[in-house]
């Protein structure tokens, strides 16, 4: 388990960290437990163990592993997923963009007025406003070098603030239920169109990744910037494009979304930006940047929606997921905290005195 | 290779470099050594294209060039290891010693840049698996790292900033060898130091600076070390260290006994008395440092028993430690000492409570209590207002120094490496600082990895090595060589 | 003659150093809003002034409240919104049970308890600040719902005279309060040993630990302030509207830690002042109901704002680069 402070990262000096000289630095074994329990691995790990607890919770009555739970969270993949790529993608370069949920909501309104022409020019609309809205926060944060919370806060506000002025403050309606209908029609069982997307977005984001050195250097830009910057990795074109990319996912979210609602409103339909945060989380990556990868945030984002299809066809109260959800968030939070360690050995040793 | 001709550099008033000539042949070792604001870090920047020169110029191969950016002097072949390592610790090590070469395509994985990656290594004397974190690496480990990174960018010219300030001897022993390796494959290598034993182990000829220009170049067969450091300060060091007032109360003191932090201190025992200076010495990684944070409570986990003037200080209570008048003054002045605030809250940082009535702070109480702050230590009370960061290292330190003031009773300081950062003219203020607080009867416990300082300062010495401790010297058999010999490889323990 | 004047100016602008510098402009703005704000046609008439002054105080109370959080060094609270609704419905659900005084202490408890347990957590284990105040706010509405299954809850009749309603010295009483807020706020930051740690953990944190500073207990003090102000801040708009439910202060976080910005606070916390706040929930506020005066429709009052908070956080923020 790695050990970040609030944004801050412990270097070799550090005296928690282990600083005997070793020759062969590859030959450290690792043992099996802590390997399952790093950060790489911890979201396959808490998707095992919410699937587990869910069918324990079910009770051999068939409604979790069924296909319409499968469907069902495929389908909560798809409204929050991208936003959760492009949110975490931010945060692996060490940034945050608290924009995402304006430009959701801002790109399901520009998506429905113009798709009520044509379906493409909607889609093309809502891309270009993310594009647009993506490269203006990145550029504001590179070239004044000021920090993404501000900046993307203000994002969020004026992109709110656009979709009520371009929707003239009204819920406006998508005339073409036929192509709604469409996006959630199941294909193959589990899937739709919507759901695809999405997938196929994540594919090749993990694609890209692991096999293209943007990956690396979109670690190294969220690891450690100055290193970056000096071994010439274009950190400035990296940082800008992450946000336009975010933008870009959170408007074409949205605008799948509200077509598939038939429907847009500036007051935005759904919050959006908790489950993204969650599921980046959930997902293996940090606030403090540097860690992180698509194939992890997947399977923070399918857990989150397994959860929220899961405790529906338990039949569970509304509630019952925002406290899921709020608890393992608390989960993670405490297990990621840099003092726990200490304090819990403090802590045993006081008792042992006493 | 390359030819530096009367470089000079301003910024605004102040001139950083005034004229500064050197020359570097391919195969070569050529130290580069003064005080802090001789001129070092500004003739680097130019050499790598941070910054432009004013004046004189930079030849290459007899062709004069221009480094206008940090990628032009990459391609020239021009290569920095700074203090702060260029490395992503999240990142591999293959990923890191490619990082941002332009050579690398966009699909990067592909065997000949792990073949050439893993021959960097080998060429350096290393043999680490190249898809290890970084963030696993001890220092040394991770220098070599990034001397592979440049080698795969066909550096020719080597630039090292205190390459061992933060290495253990081990390490350092290994960083020679790569060195060796370096020159017989013809790189040309400038070693900016202020380690004098280095200078004269590894290299073949040493420039000095001081003041923003050269006075002096010679070949290391040429000159000696007390010429070498005369050359550097403009006097004698002798100078620095105030005379030594025995003073009384040396009964009582810091007990230490038996204090272990795991990976870094075992059995370690030790007396400290009031009214003395006690320094354990040892090279960086022997775990001096570890000693006085794990007293001052800042490492969890430390066992041991610690008794300030009879009565136990518990490791790890922050808040006897304040109310028992512990300081503790961190090697890290940055992060560790000064707060981004102005002088006055900076200097009062420990004492607030003391001037507060049920929590309610009277700053005419505070106020007056920094301005005789500043008087104590020699800072100027004008610049109470200022932002601490923007004081001098020799300022700064004192500030820190002053937060040990004020308490009811003479405390103890426990100081790392008191004049890091320090320019030399500052540097006899400290040590005369230090005496000031022997003389108050503070117990003053420091550890320093400057040997000259402990031999010049200290009237109890112990040696580290390897978290043991090995001898214990007191004033008048404190001796440089048997001090020298303990904390590089000693032969078992001695009393002295 | 216009050429000496000028060049003279230009000097005594060069003159000023880039703190100074950054006051002159600060000032210039507020002067100009100021101008621009009585410019306006029926500015100063007293139904757009009351109204102006009762929208601000319930934002800027919360503002006052994550104040503290941010600098402290913890960023922002997305809990804070929650907490004032929770405390408003305490404060409802006690007054029609045993009265005044009683309903305000439970509301001022309520929010001290929810936002310190979340300061434990940050100050004690050193957990990412941000995660645990969404995890409060979602555990917040998750458990709101199952408990009050969404209803409203009403001040009963008899005792709605008892709440502070109507104007003192021509001010909303909404208003005052919230100056008094941030008088108080800002005597806790200048004068209480709590105010200096905090201002010090926020600029510094492993030096405040270096010199033995209680960073345990001002993290979780900051927290418990910054929940007591959202708890005046619920029991104001329980007040104001004769009952509560959870829709209240719904993303008030939002503008709450946009007038702490604007107000010219650094979002990385060790610096600031109460004052700052309130001027940037002042700037904020003028701006949108002049927007509003000039026949702005409200669709595009909310683009401006966003417009002006970006626009503000690139001229204060030039100077926090690293």
Partial sequence: MSNHGHGGKPGPTALASDTSARERAGAIPVPMLARLLSPEFRPFLIFIVALGGLTLVDGGEGRILSSVTAFSTLQYFSTFGLVALGLGLTMVIGEFDLSVSGVFGLGGCVAVLYGNESIWLGIACALGVGIAFGMAQGFIVTRFGIGSVPVTLGGLLTANGLAYVVTQNRTVSFDNIDLALLLNESIATFFSIRSLVAIAFFVISIFVFFSTRIGRDLTATGSNRRAALVSGVGVGRIIVCSFAFSATMSALGGALLSFSLASASPAGLADVLVPAIIASILGGISLAGGMGNPLGLAAGVVTLSLLRSGLNALAAPPYANDVASALILFAVAIADAPYLLRRFTAATAWLHRN | MLEVEHLAKSFGPIKALRDVSLSLAAGHVRAVCGENGAGKSTLMRLLMGVSRPDAGSIKLDGKSVSIGNPQEAQRLGIALVAQELSLAPDLSILDNIWLGNRTVPLFHRRKEFRRRAAAALALLGVDFGLDTRVSRLTMGQRQIVEIARLLVREARVLILDEPTATLSDVEIERMMAVLRTLRAQGKGILYVTHRLSEVFKICDSVTVLRNGADVGSATIDQIDRERLIALMLGRSFSDMYPAVVATGTADQGLEITDLEVSGHVQAFSLFAPRGRITCIAGQVGAGASAVTRAIAGLVPGATGTVVLDGRPLPLGSLGQRVRRNVTFISEDRATEGIFDRNVLENLVASRVQDHARCGLISWLSLRRFANRLCGEVAIDAQRLGAQAFDLSGGNQQKLLFARALGGQTPGVILINEPTRGVDVGARAEIYRLLREFCERGYVLLMTSSDLEEVVGISDVVVTLYRGKIVSTYQHSRIDMAHILADITHPIGAKAA | ?322
């Avoid at chain 3, 979340?118 to 458990?143: E, K, M, T, W």
């Avoid at chain 3, 509207?241 to 202060?249: D, G, P, R, S, V």
């Avoid at chain 3, 910005?261 to 109460?274: C, D, H, R, T």
Wanted: charged share 10%; hydrophobic share 55%.
């Fill in chain 3, 1 to 322: 003659m216009v050429g000496v004047s000028s060049s003279a100016a230009r000097t005594l602008w060069l003159r000023l150093k880039a703190p100074s510098r950054l006051l002159v402009v600060r000032v210039a703005i507020m002067l100009a809003l100021a101008a621009l704000a009585l410019a306006t046609p029926s500015f100063l008439s007293a139904p757009s002034l009351t109204t102006l002054l009762t929208t601000i105080s319930f934002v800027g109370c919360l503002a006052i409240a994550m104040t503290f959080v941010t600098i402290g060094g913890n960023v922002m609270s997305f809990a804070l919104g929650a907490t004032a609704a929770v405390s408003a419905m305490v404060f409802v659900v006690v007054l029609n049970t045993a009265g005044y005084a009683s309903g305000v202490a439970a509301a001022l408890v309520a929010g001290a308890v929810i936002t310190g347990l979340q300061g434990c957590l940050i100050g004690f284990l050193r957990a990412n600040p941000i995660i645990v105040s969404i995890a409060a706010s979602v555990l917040i509405y998750g458990v709101a719902q199952r408990v009050t299954s969404n209803e409203t809850v009403h001040v009963s009749e008899t005792l709605i005279q008892s709440l502070l309603k109507g104007k003192l010295f021509g001010a909303p009483i909404e208003f005052i309060v919230f100056l008094g807020l941030t008088a108080f706020g800002q005597a806790v930051l200048s004068f209480t040993t709590f105010g200096r740690n905090l201002f010090y953990i926020g600029s510094g944190f492993r030096a405040a630990e270096a010199v033995g500073l209680p960073t345990v207990r001002t993290t979780i003090l900051a927290y418990v302030w910054a929940g007591l102000f959202a708890g005046v801040t619920g029991v104001l708009l329980a007040s104001r509207y004769n009952q509560a439910n959870m829709e209240f202060a719904l993303r008030y976080d939002y503008d709450a830690i946009a007038a702490v910005l604007v107000g010219g606070i650094a979002i990385q916390g060790g610096s600031g002042s109460m004052l700052r706040t309130f001027a940037g929930v002042a700037a904020v506020s003028t701006i949108q109901i002049v927007l509003l005066l000039h026949g702005f429709r409200e669709e595009w009052r909310l683009f401006i704002t966003g417009l002006i908070v970006l626009a503000v956080v690139v001229l204060y923020s030039k100077r926090q680069r690293q």
